[in-house]
């Protein structure tokens, strides 16, 4: 969204809460002579249109407003009940602050609604006790609501485009990049950053615990990492080399079918068509590699008539296997995305473990697995009941005047860090400090006017409204005074204390707010993204072994690969805290860090290998030779110790230097060592190196070995090299003749 949309996004917001709220006060306050209910009406659409990010536009935000309308009756109802005294209010607030909280485990839109549903528990839990105002209260927040739902039809935002319409293009687009030459590197690789979950929307991210959620994040990620990998083979030279031109025709028409798919809600294919393909391209490049033009009939093989192929078709070959099996977990997640489970068992099932299993299996194990101190998601829902559940606490223990106040400080000036909780309140201490005087002075001029405060309180819900997202927060702070100000005025005789009641309110609001940040997980989820990503790696290293054991044991069946389970639980756990943390104050832009992003992408290299290589990995015709399976299981062993070394790195230990990855001896050759078990090992072990870069630059840490960095120039030479040596070849492909 550009700057100019976002301010008229905002702009329009504004004028929706500001014509919601009004609509429903003055006529309750004025013509029906109802206070409580009036000011329910006046916080319904503050609560739900400000507070609240709710998703959508026109008639989906609606309904989405229409849907918080029962929860928000019930805690209204509950807060009631709970105002009896103190004790049972705080204890209420604990276990509402946290439910709500912890709400965010099913995505952004149960977050973003989260915080308006607590002002209306907050709103009512406060005295006087007094059950015969509930239908006042409930009436007001109805009348409320339902307006606000009004204004988003009249009023709508330009609609967003839905993740559907998103992953289409994204995976038509793959679909060009496999079939022809038009679509440059460039613009695939920002076909895919365009799929980048911060790039996207929070309301429109598949990240709800549902199983077509689930199938669409991971044809997201997929279709991220097929885009990325048709780039890479773009800026290779052209190649004589029609097998892979027929495998890539193949992926192009499965994903032009799963875009059409999901753009016009038709089933897609069945899946199973690319990995008929990728497996007889496997059989090509056997034939290939022992120096066979091609598969024969059925009976003896036909003898060698000529030399096996040069290894850099081979490795160009791995390349296109790779990016094939992308296109086929895209292939397989749109189906289950589409269709519900699929009708065979699909492969590999750890990446699939939730295709099959029940919508309430799946959410008990969203929530199981976040009931614990290392999600963020936790740590974020106990440090907000706990500054709620105090804040209620000690408004009621000192009686505090509207001391509502305090708890919707804590609740819109805390943050997951104190760092940006201690700069939140200094700057909303400002702001309350100038509104409280503005509105002083505003209510001893103007005294008993009723009529000028209804006047002035539309112009100053706009602009508070309006000015507050667009200026920071002690502009909101101050302006938001004003509101409340010109507000209460209308309903009971006030005077300028009212402002120094409110300036009260926040000061203790805000002190109780950084203390609970202090005590509990000041770090916010730096230190959590931290463990989270060390103990990937070394979940994630320990696969490299058995994978490059399985690719060195001749077997006529592919072996089984090592279970990966632990680590897809530890990507998730990762990838949550990695979100998390790049959602905090100052985080965004912040470059000086280790480069998280290339541990996920480590971590998604190794899985999956573990997937492609026992299936469709090129073996040792007959079996590796003794060097050469040496260096595999060596370097195997020694990719193993670095993602350990750096996983140490990143918790600020200091382990010994590691040793770099040596190249296969001379000799051998794809008949003696597989070659996609070499550029497996090889990618990864560049990728190790760049990432332990970037981990010593934060920690101001020498960089690594000169030697290493020498490497990695002598394999980019040694690139062009064999790029010169490539030449066209005849296939109607035209990236690869």
Same mark, same amino acid.
């Given at each position: 969204?550009?700057?100019?949309?976002?301010?008229?996004?905002?702009?329009?917001?504004?004028?929706?809460?500001?014509?919601?709220?009004?609509?429903?006060?003055?006529?309750?306050?004025?013509?029906?002579?109802?206070?409580?209910?009036?000011?329910?009406?006046?916080?319904?659409?503050?609560?739900?249109?400000?507070?609240?990010?709710?998703?959508?536009?026109?008639?989906?935000?609606?309904?989405?407003?229409?849907?918080?309308?029962?929860?928000?009756?019930?805690?209204?109802?509950?807060?009631?009940?709970?105002?009896?005294?103190?004790?049972?209010?705080?204890?209420?607030?604990?276990?509402?602050?946290?439910?709500?909280?912890?709400?965010?485990?099913?995505?952004?839109?149960?977050?973003?609604?989260?915080?308006?549903?607590?002002?209306?528990?907050?709103?009512?839990?406060?005295?006087?006790?007094?059950?015969?105002?509930?239908?006042?209260?409930?009436?007001?927040?109805?009348?409320?609501?339902?307006?606000?739902?009004?204004?988003?039809?009249?009023?709508?935002?330009?609609?967003?485009?839905?993740?559907?319409?998103?992953?289409?293009?994204?995976?038509?687009?793959?679909?060009?990049?496999?079939?022809?030459?038009?679509?440059?590197?460039?613009?695939?690789?920002?076909?895919?950053?365009?799929?980048?979950?911060?790039?996207?929307?929070?309301?429109?991210?598949?990240?709800?615990?549902?199983?077509?959620?689930?199938?669409?994040?991971?044809?997201?990620?997929?279709?991220?990492?097929?885009?990325?990998?048709?780039?890479?083979?773009?800026?290779?030279?052209?190649?004589?080399?029609?097998?892979?031109?027929?495998?890539?025709?193949?992926?192009?028409?499965?994903?032009?079918?799963?875009?059409?798919?999901?753009?016009?809600?038709?089933?897609?294919?069945?899946?199973?068509?690319?990995?008929? %393909?990728?497996?007889?391209? *496997?059989? /090509?490049? &056997?034939?290939? #590699?022992? $120096? @066979?033009? !091609?598969? +024969?009939?059925?009976?003896?093989?036909?003898?060698?008539?000529?030399?096996?192929?040069?290894?850099?078709?081979?490795?160009?070959?791995?390349?296109?296997?790779?990016?094939?099996?992308?296109?086929?977990?895209?292939?397989?997640?749109?189906?289950?995305?589409?269709?519900?489970?699929?009708?065979?068992?699909?492969?590999?099932?750890?990446?699939?473990?939730?295709?099959?299993?029940?919508?309430?299996?799946?959410?008990?194990?969203?929530?199981?697995?976040?009931?614990?101190?290392?999600?963020?998601?936790?740590?974020?829902?106990?440090?907000?009941?706990?500054?709620?559940?105090?804040?209620?606490?000690?408004?009621?223990?000192?009686?505090?005047?509207?001391?509502?106040?305090?708890?919707?400080?804590?609740?819109?000036?805390?943050?997951?860090?104190?760092?940006? %909780?201690?700069?939140?309140? *200094?700057? /909303?201490? &400002?702001?309350? #400090?100038? $509104? @409280?005087? !503005?509105? +002083?002075?505003?209510?001893?001029?103007?005294?008993?006017?009723?009529?000028?405060?209804?006047?002035?309180?539309?112009?100053?819900?706009?602009?508070?409204?309006?000015?507050?997202?667009?200026?920071?927060?002690?502009?909101?702070?101050?302006?938001?005074?004003?509101?409340?100000?010109?507000?209460?005025?209308?309903?009971?005789?006030?005077?300028?204390?009212?402002?120094?009641?409110?300036?009260?309110?926040?000061?203790?609001?805000?002190?109780?707010?950084?203390?609970?940040?202090?005590?509990?997980?000041?770090?916010?989820?730096?230190?959590?993204?931290?463990?989270?990503?060390?103990?990937?790696?070394?979940?994630?290293?320990?696969?490299?072994?058995?994978?490059?054991?399985?690719?060195?044991?001749?077997?006529?069946?592919?072996?089984?690969?090592?279970?990966?389970?632990?680590?897809?639980? *530890?990507?998730?756990?990762?990838?949550? #805290?990695?979100?998390?943390?790049?959602?905090?104050?100052?985080?965004?832009?912040?470059?000086?860090?280790?480069?998280?992003?290339?541990?996920?992408?480590?971590?998604?290299?190794?899985?999956?290998?573990?997937?492609?290589?026992?299936?469709?990995?090129?073996?040792?015709?007959?079996?590796?030779?003794?060097?050469?399976?040496?260096?595999?299981?060596?370097?195997?062993?020694?990719?193993?110790?670095?993602?350990?070394?750096?996983?140490?790195?990143?918790?600020?230990?200091?382990?010994?230097?590691?040793?770099?990855?040596?190249?296969?001896?001379?000799?051998?050759?794809?008949?003696?060592?597989?070659?996609?078990?070499?550029?497996?090992?090889?990618?990864?072990?560049?990728?190790?190196?760049?990432?332990?870069?970037?981990?010593?630059?934060?920690?101001?840490?020498?960089?690594?070995?000169?030697?290493?960095?020498?490497?990695?120039?002598?394999?980019?030479?040694?690139?062009?090299?064999?790029?010169?040596?490539?030449?066209?070849?005849?296939?109607?492909?035209?990236?690869?003749?």
């Amino acid at each position: 969204m550009t700057a100019k949309a976002g301010r008229q996004a905002i702009l329009r917001r504004a004028l929706r809460i500001t014509l919601a709220a009004l609509a429903g006060f003055y006529p309750l306050l004025y013509a029906a002579d109802r206070p409580t209910a009036a000011l329910y009406a006046l916080f319904a659409p503050i609560a739900v249109g400000l507070l609240s990010a709710i998703p959508g536009s026109g008639r989906r935000q609606a309904l989405v407003v229409l849907r918080v309308l029962p929860p928000a009756l019930a805690l209204a109802a509950l807060g009631t009940a709970l105002a009896v005294n103190t004790w049972a209010a705080s204890g209420g607030m604990l276990a509402v602050g946290f439910l709500l909280a912890f709400a965010a485990v099913a995505g952004p839109r149960a977050a973003g609604a989260a915080p308006g549903l607590q002002l209306f528990y907050i709103l009512a839990c406060f005295p006087p006790y007094d059950p015969d105002a509930l239908g006042d209260r409930l009436t007001g927040l109805t009348v409320g609501i339902l307006l606000l739902a009004a204004t988003e039809i009249l009023l709508p935002d330009p609609p967003v485009p839905a993740y559907r319409q998103r992953l289409a293009d994204a995976i038509g687009t793959a679909a060009r990049g496999a079939s022809d030459t038009g679509v440059p590197a460039q613009d695939l690789r920002e076909a895919g950053a365009r799929m980048r979950l911060s790039r996207l929307p929070p309301s429109e991210r598949p990240a709800g615990a549902s199983r077509t959620d689930r199938a669409l994040d991971q044809a997201g990620r997929a279709v991220r990492r097929l885009l990325d990998q048709l780039a890479a083979l773009a800026e290779l030279p052209p190649a004589a080399d029609p097998a892979s031109a027929a495998l890539l025709c193949e992926v192009a028409t499965v994903c032009d079918a799963c875009a059409q798919s999901l753009r016009t809600d038709r089933p897609p294919p069945v899946p199973g068509a690319l990995e008929q %393909a990728m497996r007889g391209f *496997r059989s /090509a490049r &056997v034939h290939l #590699a022992s $120096g @066979a033009s !091609a598969p +024969g009939p059925p009976g003896p093989p036909p003898p060698t008539t000529g030399p096996p192929p040069p290894t850099d078709v081979l490795r160009r070959q791995s390349r296109v296997l790779a990016l094939a099996e992308s296109a086929r977990i895209v292939e397989v997640a749109v189906d289950i995305a589409a269709n519900g489970p699929p009708a065979g068992r699909p492969s590999p099932h750890d990446l699939f473990w939730y295709a099959e299993l029940s919508t309430p299996t799946l959410w008990a194990r969203r929530v199981l697995g976040n009931m614990t101190l290392r999600s963020v998601l936790f740590q974020n829902a106990v440090r907000i009941a706990l500054g709620l559940a105090a804040a209620r606490l000690v408004a009621g223990s000192l009686d505090l005047a509207h001391g509502f106040w305090v708890l919707l400080a804590v609740l819109t000036l805390g943050r997951t860090t104190v760092g940006a %909780a201690w700069k939140a309140v *200094r700057e /909303a201490l &400002v702001g309350n #400090a100038v $509104g @409280a005087l !503005a509105a +002083g002075a505003l209510l001893i001029g103007l005294g008993s006017h009723t009529d000028a405060y209804a006047a002035l309180l539309a112009p100053a819900m706009l602009l508070g409204f309006s000015l507050g997202p667009l200026l920071g927060i002690a502009w909101a702070q101050g302006l938001f005074t004003l509101v409340v100000a010109t507000a209460f005025a209308q309903m009971t005789p006030v005077t300028w204390q009212l402002s120094e009641a409110r300036m009260i309110d926040v000061a203790t609001g805000s002190a109780i707010g950084l203390l609970c940040g202090l005590l509990a997980w000041p770090a916010g989820a730096r230190r959590e993204a931290v463990r989270a990503m060390a103990g990937l790696l070394r979940t994630c290293g320990t696969l490299v072994p058995p994978t490059a054991q399985n690719l060195l044991t001749p077997s006529p069946v592919a072996p089984t690969p090592p279970r990966t389970l632990p680590s897809l639980h *530890r990507l998730r756990l990762a990838e949550a #805290a990695y979100a998390q943390y790049r959602s905090e104050s100052g985080t965004a832009a912040d470059d000086t860090g280790p480069d998280w992003h290339a541990v996920l992408l480590v971590a998604d290299h190794i899985l999956m290998g573990v997937y492609r290589l026992p299936r469709f990995g090129l073996r040792p015709g007959n079996g590796p030779s003794r060097p050469c399976a040496d260096w595999a299981r060596t370097s195997a062993a020694r990719l193993d110790r670095e993602t350990g070394r750096i996983a140490s790195l990143l918790i600020g230990e200091r382990p010994a230097p590691g040793a770099p990855l040596v190249p296969p001896p001379e000799g051998c050759s794809p008949a003696t060592l597989s070659v996609d078990l070499e550029m497996w090992m090889t990618s990864l072990g560049l990728q190790l190196t760049r990432l332990e870069a970037s981990v010593a630059r934060a920690h101001g840490s020498p960089a690594p070995q000169g030697d290493r960095r020498e490497d990695r120039r002598e394999d980019r030479r040694e690139d062009r090299r064999r790029g010169s040596r490539d030449t066209r070849s005849k296939c109607r492909h035209p990236r690869d003749g």
